[in-house]
């Protein structure tokens, strides 16, 4: 969540998101128009581009450098791309080709799989569990979970009754969210197993058509956005775990009355009624735009971003103790002029509240580099992680140089 790609009309550009007032482009290329397509691979060179000229053909960069890595061509219109330090997944209506990374070989097709109109498909960002989640069927709810490692089938999760519309990994590739075209349940199963782990309602009122589900890197919170405008951010975590006491509360206390009651209950009725809510929200100024949102850290603060398909960066502030409405900071423009646009609160932002800088200084020291896996800057390596020789590129795609992946010491 450092970086974003978005492809326009005359080509693509690629920016770096690591403060809150700037927003630097790193890269613009207007070599291929109509891009509808960009992947990178993190923080490295390598780009991935798909443009409505040639529909069915992916072109590889290394855009530092300015050449072409290699191209391939497919037999029908490329839906998706999905990419990890060991895998390269393109999605097509009605079959997936693993590619090696390495070397661009590629490795496996799976043919015949259920149509896939939109090229709904998920990889784990983590290489070691690259774990690839897929539609089942194109009527009911069902997840296809494939191992990208062993090439093989791992399960199938009976996730919804409704046609699925929106997958994601956890950072760790241990965790899955997934939603139907309904809209209004995210669930979310461990990984490889496909227990459910989480049930969240977003809202009975409406059906709604979830475009972006991402969980933040740490796996606490798991954000969903669709085409109204609001964006739900949940917290995952179990009701019924140990906390310390709590100062008495009128909510606490009938919080605790409702619980109790939840044991008498049938199983179905109790799980309906045990539903998490939101634990943060926030209400966008547009509705009916397809947007993308990440669940980030910048300046060392928890951010929600949310980009628009009329060229628009959000970025809110996220309060990890207390949820509630997120408070916008800055609005960036993406397109045209360089110009950024302000939001009026800009000049003025609000003070954090003490129990926030807390929060964060308290979660800045708990994760270690065994326990709390997260893609840095470098490049995409674990943090804490010595990469070994032959985790590097070979071939033709070659990304090992100094500016690619600085050595990691432990």
Known sequence: CSSLAIGTTTGYRLFSLS????LDQVHESNEIPDVYIVERLFSSSLVVVVSHAKPQQMNVYHFKKGTEICNYSYSSKILSIRLNRQRLVVCLEESIYIHNIKDMKLLKTIMDTPPNTTGLCALSINHANSYLA??????????????GNTLKTACTIPAHDGPLAALTFNSTGSKLASASEKGTVIRVFSIPGGQKLY???????RYVNISSLVFSMDSQFLCASSNTETVHIFKLEHLTDSRPEEPPTWSGYMGKMFQAATNYLPAQVSGMMSQDRAFATVRLNISGQRNICALSTIQKLPRLLVTTSDGHLYIYNLDPQDGGECVLIKNHSLLGSRKMEENKENDLQPPVPQSYAATVARQSTVPSTSTMPGYSEDGGALRGEVIPEHEFATGPVCLDDENEFPPVSI
């Open 19 to 22: 403060s809150v007032e700037q």
């Open 134 to 147: 897929y539609p089942g069927s194109a009527t009911s709810g069902e997840i296809a979970l494939y191992d």
């Open 199 to 205: 049930e969240f309602r977003r809202g009975m009122k």
